[in-house]
Structure formats: structure tokens, C-alpha cells
């Protein structure tokens, strides 16, 4: 007689759980990517809901699941986190069999070759995020997400700056916007995570430039003495709060991606680590373009 | 001349944000409770929305308000962090008046006096949370949260267990309940939030205890030998799954505040970093109360 | 009879460990400093070592010392973290008498009032650090410690986007000093760690004002649009490198602590968090203040 | 006329700095071993000394070395990240043409193939760790690490249990040794750093067997039921203190490694995550192999 299986057991008085499984799985993925294969490293976060009546889920089938849709995947080159993340979602509902909710989260280091303004050729290093979720009977989302850290240069400080300097010297006033006055700059960290639907490709790497020219300046591992100067210069003709940082994200999503649906979901976050300050600056919007666009039309 | 307000200047082509704010502020907070004071450490963050006309959130407003509405919370004797987030929360509408909704987030250590089965005294460290969000002439809503850690130890592996070793010697089928098998178990950390209506009381230390009661035991920083073993005693008396552990919490808050109207939102997460696994085991609820008794009732 | 005390049990063939204890203990702890009560919150850790006779070190003492030893601060009305951290060090050789070396570290949030250049008053978060170590019939050794964040703005870049900047107008020749041009600036993290002998105060507040006089500028939490400007002003008026950060505490530690004999140990470490790159700029050095004398005298 | 080299700048009344460099550098780095390509996720960090008459160090030098070294690498086929340190900390001494001391820091998740009890393949994750020094004309220092995530049940608890259970049913002693008692058991992080010698090769790969044989258990991604309670048996017939975990790695290390010279570093720590307690206890040895060896012919 083996034991009984304990999570299997039914319960009475129990409550529905919204989300059980387990969290903090590392796992080397490959994706296989415009003829060439990205070797990842993924922390892997998954779950399923659970009715009132069950006492515990099959925490290991997790693993088992996330393991083999890996193994698959390179089997079968997959292109993506998010086809991955998607893989493994529907698969968690097909081994749970008590479940109508399954939701998976993925995030890893990722590296593309930049270029700075002195034709130096550098690698940047991202993140890449995917997150899928899946009701029984009911379709699946999938959302692709980059990290990216840049710079923001202060617009406020800037023309407060330029006002105090030009009572000091009344050659100020005559230098002309290619000469941008001082502001307080920071390392920046901003989020961009959007549903991709059924049958649409949307290429990480896309939206990873997206964000790099929605900030003041992009930045880079390595800068000689003019591209370091060069950068400080763009990014100060280009100041940016982090509120403008998440609306030019909005903007150059909607112009990019006119063909998507209304219903697709978009998130875009940006934290400037303030040099002035100890605390961040945030800004945030969490939409689907559908509303986004009503926002246009005003 | 001074110079522009540059966050105030009117844009076109802007987009709504659903929020605009500070992180990562760090402030002494005096709470008065119980006829005496407790001095936590508070860490912040702040948010307003920002309307799609509007170019920035004035975000040096954040930082008076909180340091303003502190210095008044020390004179009035504010009696817990969500009393005060709500005061922050309120004041952020007052003083951004093109915002319609506001969020403030708080967390701190906070220590509570225990005493181990042997008779000894303990200080404990907890965490203190609190969440308060306002639309504008829509009210306030307020939440008070506590971030308890502990121990669990698993039902699972201690029936398989007690299998095996029935195999091996036929007197631990005699051993009685009294005397469980071995089992894994893990330190725990389990986050309640429960909203607290107008007029309401809810107190932190009360939840602390609940969360501690649903655990398979409490931890403590000092143990001699014998409360030492008492501990492992009544943790494998008391096996318990993530999943045991939040639903246990939940009967609880109905149980103890049979009083509070259905529209109360409460939030359970239960995470146990597991002893044989490199990854954790999380169970999560997020509802209302209402919807709980529903379950309840099924 | 009860259980033998395993820790105590002698071994063969054991090996001598250098450091055995606890991590992670957090206590409430004040510090009655300049006729106010300073309520921190203490993260601690202490070990002492262990012969290689001796199979385990007696853990639960760890913490029985730690709290009475807090206990004991309040009721004496203890100066400093390095007042209690050596405190708790003597008292660990006390009473692990197996051991011949005890080492305490603790790290505690703290925070101290500041003005802005417009007269603002605004308070600031900063981290108190001790560490002592004892060597039984050997004395004992205090560090007190400060870690302060604040801002850093390359003189590196500044010149040569002056170079850049000469070109493209006449004018940038004839604006003169106090009108810098753009660099990059950033958060700065430095830490200074200074050995505290017999019979001898020093005040981490002076350490805090040592460090903060180091950098390009202090940050506050509270700008208004002029006191942003003149921090702005400040910090490139006043580049600096994270070597030059470091370089100017050992300069202001020598004239403001001549008397200190030439066997004080001192540690500066100062790394800014690029705004330009992805990685931080780091700076160190840890020497004596006999050593430091020499380097200045050549 | 271009710009002054500002950090080659000489100055007066410096000080010398005993590391400055850049931490936090990110970049893909393939390892060639056993036949087979590892794609591993760097985290850097580099440095060199810095006289005191110069007034800077040039920090893009770095990235650029480690750019250029890790390109080499993957032509050249590089072993182990040690290789690759210690590639990279010649070269810092090569182009900091001032510095006199030279030191690479590196570290990579990492992935084995591990069998359960019941034959089951698992992935496991582990950390990489690689450390180098150089002086100038006076050698190459490199080190290896790992860091192993696993299981520790506490031995001196289960005997207090035991105690305390054969009171309450004489069928306890009669058990044997092969039904322990229960007792705590927890998350364990135990890091093995050893310096590698010209012409010898050490194994990461061995030095992860040497720590997981060293703990009550090593952990695993997937544990099917029988799996589970195997290695919760496994785990409480082999009770470890931190304490043993160190000495019982020292002792292997001396056993596998007899050959290595007794100027040979080796450091191992140790660090469990109480789960009856909310902090961590802490086991460490910093010494060399010849300090071993006496240790152990006492």
C-alpha cells in the first residue's frame, strides 16, 4: 500500500486559492532567434489556482512541467520567452487537472551589440521578461517585456540653471539650445511588458529600442573620451522626466504597432535613481492601446 | 523673471498616467498605541495620477507632505502607519490638485514581546505594513498589513515517511500521534493585508497572531535546549502546507472579524523557502470578504 | 538525566573555524547621544571562534547576550552602536570560554537634520555601521561607521564637453568658472570606517559631514526649484572623481583627527552608481592613519 | 588640440588607493569544458592600485580588457572562469601601466545534472565563483568557488527530542538508528573558494560534490514523493551543524587534494537559514592547506 497522496485529499470548509505554485526556478533556456541561438539563464516563477475543496497542489509537477517544455524547446527552437512562458501555461493546465487558471512569469539576462556615436561597437547587457496566463476553455495571454536601464537628464533643473546663469553672464542667453546648460542626470530603469496576440510577432529586441530612445541617453559598457562627452551631450539636449520617458514609450507603441488590437495590454514603468535626491522618481501607466488611443484622439 | 513651472506647462498629445511618484523615501515614524510609543523606520513611496494635459507631477510636494504630515502625526499621536498613510494619502489630492487618485505605501520593523514554551521572553521582529488609496470624492481606503516569519513543516513528506519506516520497524505503527515522523521544514514568510473601514479598529498585533497561529509554529531568537525541541515538537505536530497556511489565516479573519462588511479586501501570501528544494513553495489568496463567506458557505 | 549538550562534545581530528555565529539578528536599540534618545533599528551579527576540540559553538548564547547587553544600553544610556557593539564583544569571550577571538557588527538606519542653500530644513537618511573585535587578554577594537549617499559629477567629461562646446561657439571661452559646463552626474554610495581607541570619541555625525563635505554635493529630500538649481550648481562647481571622493576624506580624517595615534585603522570606499554606464565606479582604501601620514609627508 | 588626459593628471598630496575600478559588469562568457560549450551570465567586478601622485585611474580601460579577453576566450577556448581572471588581471597590469596590484572578481550561475535516490534526473543550480590577484613581477593568485545551495537537520535538537520522546513511549529507544528523531532542518548557502596553482587543475565541478557530501543533504528541483522523503531521511541520518559542514569540507579537501603545496588559500562558509529562528547561523574558515594540515596532525 503506498500513502495516501496527501494534496489529492479532499477538504471541507477550505477556500479557493487565486494563485499556489513555486517560485525563484533557475533554468538555462536557449532561444533560437534570427539564425542564432540566445543562451539564457531564466528565473521561472509559476502557478495555477485551487478549489476550496482540494487540499494542496502537485507542487512537483511544476518542475517536471517547466523541465521537459524546456527540453522540448530546444528540440524545437523556440523563438521566445513569451512562446516558452505560453507553452509551459497551457501545459500547467493540462497536468492540474483541478485548475482554471494558470500563470507564468520569466525573466533573464540578455545582451545585443550597440554602437556609440565614435562607431564603437559595445554589449549592452537587458532583461528580457515573459509572463503568460491561461483560464480553462478560455484562450491564453501572452505579454513579452524588456528591462533597460539608460539616463535621464532633468529638464526642470535646466532651464532653472539657465535662468540663474544668465545674471551671472550675459553671454548665456546667446549660446543657442546646442548648448545645453547643466542639470542633475541618473541611472534610469525602465519597464515596458505588452501582450502579444495569436499569430503577431513582436521582437524583443524591437522593444528594447524603443525604450534605449525613449530616455535622454542610452548608455554603454564602454566610452573613450569623446563618446563619453557625446553621450553627456545627447542627453542633456534631450532632457526627459520620467513622466516623458513613459509617455514617448505610449507614443512610439502606438505608431509602431497601429495593426494590434485594441484589447492588447500594455505596462510601462520608469524609475530615475534621482542623483539629487536618495529616493526615486516613478512614473507609471498601466493601459491597453484601445485606451491609449482614446487618449490620442482628445 | 522666474523661471517657468516646467511641470505645470500644458502639453498636447500626452497621455494619462496612472501614477507619478516618489520611492524608496526613508523616515522615523512615532506610533502611539497601547499607552506607548514606537518608534519604527519607515520606507515610502508615493504616487498621484497625471492627466494626459499635463506635462509633469510636482514631486517635491511628495516629500513636504510626508515630512509635514509625520511632524503632525508625532503631535496628535497617530496610532498606526495606515492611520498616517491615509493622512499622507489625503493630503496628496489637497496638494496635487490635478491628480483624481493618490496611493501611499508603507512598511517598517516593528518587534512584539514573545515568550517560549519554557517560560522565556523573547523580542521578535515582525514587519509593519500599511496601503492607502483615494479617488477624489470617492472616499479613502485604507489597509493594514504584517509580514510574519516562521516555520512550516510538510504533511507530505511525513505520511511518506511514516510509510517507509512502518516497513522497517514494526513499533512505529505503535508510536501514537504524540510522536510525529521526521519531515522537511523551512523557514516561512507570510504577508497579510486587510482593509480597514471608517471607523473601524483592526490591530497589527492581532493579525501578527493570527498569522503566527496558522503557521506550523512561531520561530524565536532565543532558544534554549529544551524550548528548542519544543519548537520542533509542535511544528510536526502541526504539519502544514502554503496552501494550509493561508486558508487557516483566511478562517481566522472570518472567525475574528465577523463584523466587517463584505466589501473589506484582504490579501494572504505564504511562502515557505523550502529545506530540499533550491526554489520556493507559494500560496496566495486575493479577495474581499464576501466573497470568502461565499466560499464558506458552499 | 538529561541530554547530553552536543555543542559541548569533544572531537578528534576537528578542525580550528575562524568564525562561527549568527546573522541577520534585528533589535531595537537607542543611543542617548548630545541629551536625545536616538531610536535605531539594529541589524547585528557576532561570532567568536571555535577550537578544533570543540564540535559546536553555543548559538542560542549569541542572542541571550545581545539582548541583555540592550537591555543593560538603555538602563546606562549607551553613546554609540561601537559603544554597544564592544560591549557585546567582551561579553561574547565572557561567555564562550572556549573562544579567543569575538567580533560584533551592526548596521542601524539614522537620521540627521539638514538645510538646503535656500534655507529649507529637511531630514536625512544616513547608516550608522560598528564593529569590534576582541582577542581574549588582548583588548578590545571599536570601529564606528557612517555610509552616506549623495552625488557625484565627472570632471573627466566636463572638460572635454568643453573642448567640444569651445568649437561650436566663441562664447564658451568667455563664460569663465562659475558657469560649468554639462557632465555626467550621478548617486553616490561612500563608507568610512575608522577605528575608535581607548578613551576616545569620535562622532558619526563629524563622519557624516566629513563624507558629505567630500562629495560634489550632498542630496536632500526636500528641493524646491531654486535649492534643485543650486545643488545642480553646487556638484558641477565641484566635479568629482570617486578617486578624488575617497582621497579628500583621508585628507580632512588627518587635520581633523591629528591627535589619533598613527595605529588607527581606517577603511573609505566610495563607488557612484554611473549614470552613464550600466556598472558603478569604485574607489577604496584601506590603510592606518601612521600609513596615510607617510603618503602625505613624501 | 584635444583634451587633457585629466586622470593621468599628476598631483601633489595624494594618497595611494589600494583598489580602484568598476563593479557590477555583466557580460556572456563561454566556458569550454569536458568536450562541452557552458554559456554562462558574468557578474565583474575589476581593479587596480592607484599612486598617489596619479590622479586617476582609467576606468574605460577595463571594460575594454574584459571585452577583448572574453572575445580571446572564446577563440582560445577557455577552461574555467579562473582562466579568464586571471587572463584579465594580467592585462590589467599591462595597461594600468601605473598600478602596481591587480584583482578580478567573477561570478556565473551554473547547471549539473544530478540523480534523486529514485533515479530520477534533475538540473541543479549552483554559482561559479572566480577570484584573481596579481602583483607586479611577483605572479599570478587565482582561486576557484562554488557555492552550493542545500540541507542542514540540526543534531543537537534531535537528541533533546529524543530525550524527550522516550519518556513519553519506551518504543523510542527502541527504534535504532535508522528511524531519527525529528529535529529543524533548513535552507543551507555554503561557498568553497580554493587558489589554484600554476600547472593544476581543480574541477569546479568537484569541488560542488565536495560541498553537497559535506551537508545533511543535497536538494533537488524535482522530488516525486518517494524522492522526497528520501532526502528527508537522508538529511536527519546525517544531522550537520554549520560547524561540521565547514570542518567536514576542510577535511575532505585535505583527503582530495593531497598533492597541493601547503601555501595553498582556502576559505569555506557556511550559513543556515534557521527555520526555528528569523536569523542565520554561520560557520567560516579562512586559512591554507599547511595550516590544515597542522591543524589536523594535532
Known sequence: ?????????????????????????????????????????????????????????????NVEIITEMIDRSVR????????????????????????SYAEV?????YFLERTTAGGRTTLES?????RATAKRNNGLMKLVG??????????CAMETVHHIFSKISSKVGELGPDIPMI????????????????????EADDLIGIVEGSLSSPTYGILKREDEAQVVIDAHRNPKFVEDVVRDILGKMLEGYAELPDSVHITVRSESEESIHKHNAFAERVTTLGELRADDDE
Do not use: W
Not at 512562446?83 to 501555461?89: K, R, S, T, V
Not at 542639470?183 to 513582436?202: C, D, F, K
Open 1 to 61: 500500500m503506498r500513502p495516501l497522496d496527501v494534496q489529492n485529499r479532499k477538504i471541507e470548509n477550505g477556500f479557493r486559492l487565486t494563485r499556489v505554485g513555486i517560485t525563484g526556478v533557475k533554468k538555462p533556456v536557449v532561444v533560437h532567434r534570427n539564425g542564432r541561438d540566445n543562451h539564457l539563464t531564466a528565473l521561472i516563477d509559476v502557478f495555477v489556482d485551487l478549489p476550496s475543496t482540494q487540499k494542496g497542489s502537485h507542487m512537483s509537477r
Open 105 to 109: 512569469r520569466m525573466e533573464a539576462d
Open 183 to 202: 542639470s542633475h542626470n541618473q541611472r534610469n530603469v525602465t519597464t515596458l511588458m505588452v501582450e502579444v496576440p495569436e499569430h503577431v510577432e513582436i
Open 76 to 99: 524545437q527552437k523556440v523563438k521566445s520567452l513569451e512562446e516558452l512562458a505560453g507553452g509551459i501555461c497551457k501545459e500547467l493546465l493540462e497536468r492540474h487537472e483541478y485548475a
Open 146 to 155: 524588456v528591462k533597460v536601464q539608460g539616463m535621464t537628464a532633468c529638464p
Open 126 to 130: 537587458f532583461k528580457l521578461r515573459a
